[in-house]
């Protein structure tokens, strides 16, 4: 589990970093702290789904990296299909049509659902702070990429992907033991609830 905690801190350190090397141009109207909230959530969009996987890897499951692989290519496909179908225009008047739903806000909620539904609330509760953070990011940042109808389908969608494959880990609740010596046997049974 301490394994686990190392690639949360990585993630983190990441995010810290990237932020603070973002920076307003010279002659714009936004605030330091909207470049830093876009590069933040443009990190934790990669960075949530990248420690998912890497906890699936660290704990050796298998199964549960399987289900990451499945809810996060489901998420991302019926992502860009949507925004293909839809067209919805981006706001500020971009005239790019590709706003709904936020590809952003899917992927760092497929990270931190699939986190939360395999592992709990533990770990997830942080997960979702940062996946978040990268929906407000896409909103408030100083581009402006979504409205809330953008992120809160794309939240729906990276959630809806995980919680059509991913089942909760259950680590070994039995453990069964025998040994024999000396015309004496002992047979032990263990269940933890």
């Known amino acids: 589990m301490y394994k686990a905690l190392y690639v949360y801190f990585i993630g983190f350190f990441f995010i810290v970093i990237s932020s603070y090397s973002q920076a307003p141009e010279p002659n714009s109207t936004h605030e330091k702290w909207e470049y830093v909230l876009e590069g ?3 990190v934790l969009q990669i960075g949530l789904p990248v420690i998912a996987g ?6 050796k499951d298998w199964e549960g990296t399987k289900q990451f ?5 489901t998420g991302f496909i019926v992502t860009h299909s949507l925004k293909k179908i839809i067209r919805k225009e981006r706001p500020e008047g971009r005239n790019l049509f590709d706003a709904f739903p936020s590809g952003h806000t899917t992927s760092a909620f497929s990270g931190a659902s699939f986190i939360q539904r395999r592992y ?6 942080w997960a979702y702070l940062g996946a978040a953070i990268v929906g407000v990011s896409r909103m408030k940042g100083p581009d402006g990429w979504h409205d ?5 389908a794309g939240a729906a969608v990276g959630i809806g992907s995980t919680y059509l494959f ?3 880990y259950m680590q070994k609740h039995v453990d069964i033991a025998f040994s024999a010596s000396n015309k004496s046997y002992v047979f032990g049974f ?3 609830f």
């Open 148 to 152: 809330k109808w953008d992120v809160l």
């Open 166 to 168: 991913t089942s909760p």
């Open 190 to 192: 263990k269940y933890k």
């Open 120 to 125: 709990g609330w533990k770990y997830g509760k």
């Open 54 to 59: 890497l906890t699936t890897i660290i704990k």
């Open 40 to 42: 933040s959530g443009d």
């Open 69 to 73: 692989a499945l809810s996060y290519g």
